[in-house]
């Protein structure tokens, strides 16, 4: 079960992204690098550096889901994908996918 804060059913990680999107909603557009090693090796096994505990595949698009609702995404980068250590190309497809929830597209 996510974290949450005492006062709101809401995961504490997607709290913490909005309040750090309110915090920069000063600029007009913000620069995305999206590093994959951050997901879990379940999700994203074609990393350089694997995290067990990392973020889950619907996390990574819901945070990805919230940062396109700012409609204030300039520039993204996706790192530390390895496709020597890749199964079945399954970390680089996960990229793909999370940069089109970046992008707007909703994955429901």
Known sequence: MPITSVNSPIP??????????ARLSHLPRLHISLDMDSLDPDAAPGVGTPVPGGLTYREAHLLMEIIADCACVGSIDVVEINPILDQRNQTAKIALELIASLLGQSIL
Do not use: P, S
């Open 12 to 21: 504490l990680h997607n709290q913490i992204v909005k309040n750090a999107l």
